[in-house]
T-cell receptor, first 114, second 111 residues
Framework: NAGVTQTPKFQVLKTGQSMTLQCAQD?????MYWYRQDPGMGLRLIYY???????DKGEVPNGYNVSRLNKREFSLRLESAAPSQTSVYFC?????????????FGPGTRLLVL | EDQVTQSPEALRLQEGESSSLNCSYT??????LFWYRQDPGKGPEFLFT???AGEEKEKERLKATLTKKESFLHITAPKPEDSATYLC????????????FGQGTILTVHP
């Protein structure tokens, strides 16, 4: 059981470039989440998917898009990267997402936008 | 708006010196209060979930407690390997699984 996996581990982009962060979970969870973590700001929710086929905005969705490819996979896309998107990105998953459920996190993707 | 505040921001202890970390929350209809541990360069690792005031959970040297306004993470006789950032998060009644995180407490335990 790998839990939640993320690729890549580290990425450097130039301003305006695009990229997709990949996330997969093998816990048969219905809900998946994307967070970013910045010094002094804590973890902030970007987008979430309560179940396969649905996605919704979190606290800081601007500049990002997501795709829930299937039950296992949830990707985060930066269409035109900006230096303000330099951050550590974490994917998480939980059972049904109905509230009060534990979320399990992946190891993170460190993104530097120059 | 849901809010979670952790204190102190940083805590330095000697090995064996017990202490507590605080997590104050303002959440409508709390559905769960979560504690995570995060090591440098790693993702948050789940520690505890608390659901109602008065609930307590323990794991090795850690014990989490919950009141209607706060949660505490008590660390008894800490060891250097307990050094990490401890994160608190809350799920409110209207959040449908979305967590609001505090900014974390950086714990350093010196031998």
């Amino acid at each position: 059981n790998a839990g939640v996996t993320q690729t890549p581990k580290f990425q450097v982009l130039k301003t305006g470039q695009s990229m997709t962060l990949q996330c997969a979970q093998d816990m048969n969870h219905n809900s998946m989440y994307w967070y970013r973590q910045d010094p002094g700001m804590g973890l902030r929710l970007i987008y979430y998917s309560a179940s396969e086929g649905t996605t919704d905005k979190g606290e800081v969705p601007n500049g990002y898009n997501v795709s829930r490819l299937n039950k296992r996979e949830f990707s985060l896309r930066l269409e035109s990267a900006a230096p303000s998107q330099t951050s550590v990105y974490f994917c998480a998953s939980s059972g049904t997402g109905t509230g009060g459920e534990t979320q399990y996190f992946g190891p993170g993707t460190r993104l530097l936008v120059l | 708006e849901d809010q979670v505040t952790q204190s102190p921001e940083a805590l330095r202890l000697q090995e064996g010196e017990s202490s507590s970390l605080n997590c104050s929350y303002t959440v409508s209809g709390l559905r769960g209060l979560f504690w995570y541990r995060q090591d440098p360069g790693k993702g948050p690792e789940f520690l505890f979930t608390l659901y109602s005031a008065g609930e307590e959970k323990e794991k090795e040297r850690l014990k989490a407690t919950l009141t209607k306004k706060e949660s505490f993470l008590h660390i008894t006789a800490p060891k250097p390997e307990d050094s990490a950032t401890y994160l608190c998060a809350a799920a409110g009644g209207t959040s449908y699984g979305k967590l609001t995180f505090g900014q974390g407490t950086i714990l350093t335990v010196h031998p």
